[in-house]
């Protein structure tokens, strides 16, 4: 089956999207913007521990994913030594090759929409999502995920991590019902806060500019935009980059020594470049990896080649596989090749996926490097003319 994604992380744009639900001409009341109901579990009892489980229950499932493009939970929170962050998770869904949404399987995704604190900084989080299996009474669990939050005092969405889900009828409650679960942990100990990568990052994200001798140009919306940096970090992380730093001449500011060309590069990208090289850290690396690899690369930054790597073997799936598969073969990063050729041979899912060679990604890899085509038919253990033919199939 070939399908694309219908936009199932959020942006911050997107939310005008989701507290607005547009009137069906058939439908004669309006659907609410938010979902089903939340309720809270806490799993440990020591306070630097606690494990927040939020359960999302869905009524009457099928019929509300029939009716929706977009489907989000109701907000919740996570408080813990003096942190509150704000959370929703939310569902996406697959076209198929005819244009029609897949509802089934679907993407799930836990999204960060804000914190309060007094204590500014980073913070580690730990979630795992689960389906409730309403035959044997028992939670089915996604592995583990962990990802860095920047903890500041304002509301702003991102998505920091998804999982594709398969719906099956033991999912399903006898009132037609499903419940989704997401664990959560926010560790923000006073270790990790008084750490060299937190005082780094504090240093990266201080709209003072004391101690900057460096203005790093990008791009946002086809416009330049620009934030501050310190030389001697850039010099030490990258030979690269060191070696584009530009004498600058600024009579109002004469701190600014110095100026670094990236207007190649998008503003968000550009800031989680800078974040690795400040912290050796990446928020949400499994959603930047694919931009960030060839840019490690290019500049020389090996930690956060094999950070991208790691990730990216994480996030491996049918609809990707040959995506990555390119980008491991135009980054030269054998090990990325490697990771994806043993998924290709191992992975049951993908060899499920009959009609999978008449994706775009395939066919362009067909195209400029059928060496590297026929050695994933291999591993596939298929024919490149079967791979290459498929045909419409329904989910």
């Known amino acids: 089956m070939e399908y694309s994604m219908i936009s199932f992380l959020i942006s911050v744009s997107d939310m005008s999207t989701l507290s607005k639900t547009k009137k069906s001409s058939k439908t004669k009341i309006p659907l609410d913007p938010f979902v089903g109901s939340i309720h809270e579990e806490l799993e440990a009892p020591v306070t630097s521990e606690i494990v927040f489980r939020k359960i999302w229950t ?47 399987p679907l993407v799930l995704c836990l999204n960060f929409t804000g914190s309060e604190t007094d204590k500014l900084g980073q913070a580690r989080v730990r979630f795992q999502f689960g389906t409730w299996n309403a035959d044997i009474k028992h939670w089915e669990c996604c592995p583990i995920s962990n990802v860095v ?6 509301h702003e969405l991102h998505s920091i991590g998804f999982e594709t889900l398969k719906i099956a009828d033991r999912h399903i409650t006898s009132d037609k019902d499903l419940s989704i679960m997401v664990k959560i942990q926010v560790i923000h100990s006073e270790e990790d806060r008084c750490s060299l990568s937190q005082d780094l990052s504090r240093i ?10 460096t203005i790093v140009e990008c791009t946002e919306e086809e416009e330049c935009k620009t934030f501050n940096a310190h030389s001697f970090l850039i010099k030490v992380r990258s030979p690269v980059l060191s070696m584009r ?18 207007r190649d590069l998008s503003y968000n990208t550009a800031q989680e470049l800078f974040r690795y090289i400040y912290t050796d850290k990446v928020d949400n690396a499994e959603l930047h990896a694919n931009k960030l690899l060839p840019i490690s690369t290019r500049f020389d930054i090996p930690g956060l080649t094999a950070l991208c790597v790691r990730a990216l073997v994480e996030s491996l799936k ?31 899912e993908i060899k499920g996926n009959v009609h999978i060679g008449s994706s775009l990604a395939w066919r362009v890899m067909e195209m400029v490097n059928p060496d590297l085509f026929l050695e994933a038919c291999e591993s596939l253990g298929s024919s490149s003319s079967n791979l290459s033919s498929g045909g419409d199939s329904s989910d």
């Open 149 to 154: 939050i920047n903890l500041e005092n304002k």
């Open 58 to 104: 869905i009524r009457k499932f099928r019929k509300t994913i029939s009716r929706r493009e977009l489907v989000d939970s109701p907000d919740f929170r996570c408080s813990v030594n003096g942190v509150t962050t704000y959370w929703n998770m939310s569902i996406r869904f697959w076209k198929g090759p005819n244009g029609k949404k897949i509802t089934n």
């Open 318 to 348: 049918p609809n990707n596989v040959a995506s990555i598969l390119i980008l491991a073969d135009q980054c030269n990063c054998e090990t990325l090749r490697k990771a994806a050729l043993h998924y290709c041979e191992e992975s049951e």
């Open 204 to 213: 990266l994200n201080l709209e003072s500019q004391e101690f900057t001798d």
């Open 245 to 262: 730093l530009r004498k600058n001449n600024d009579e109002i500011n004469q701190n600014i020594c110095y100026k670094l060309d990236l």
